[in-house]
Nanobody, 115 residues
Framework: QVQLVESGGGLVQAGGSLRLSCAASGSTFSINDMGWYRQAPGKQRDMVAV???????NYADSVKGRFAISRDNAKNTGYLPMNSRTPEETAVYYC?????????WGQGIQVTVSS
């Protein structure tokens, strides 16, 4: 089992920055991809950014150039600095981790961008 705990959420003004962290614990060996996903009210959960164990990254088009996912494998922690936020990005942000054959979710953290 892998447990994921997100931190760093909260309220930020439009145009501002915020950094999310995701701490993994438990059976963290062999975690492959770590990623961030978000779900706005009434909408589906969408991928924001994913990083492989080797450092390869993939971003949603809407965040390219503004978000920069990273991870510290020694600390089993992932990070998502987010710049130039917009009110439309208000959502619950979830950390996800792939440890084959299972995928694990954090409990989610609220990020609110005020206009």
């Amino acid at each position: 089992q892998v447990q994921l705990v997100e931190s760093g959420g909260g309220l930020v003004q439009a145009g501002g920055s915020l950094r999310l962290s995701c701490a993994a614990s438990g059976s963290t060996f062999s975690i492959n991809d770590m990623g961030w996903y978000r779900q706005a009210p009434g909408k589906q959960r969408d991928m924001v950014a994913v990083i492989s164990i080797g450092g390869s990254t993939n971003y949603a088009d809407s965040v390219k150039g503004r978000f920069a996912i990273s991870r510290d494998n020694a600390k089993n922690t992932g990070y998502l600095p987010m710049n130039s936020r917009t009110p439309e990005e208000t959502a619950v942000y979830y950390c996800g981790a792939l440890r084959p054959p299972d995928f694990y979710w954090g409990q989610g953290i609220q990020v609110t961008v005020s206009s």
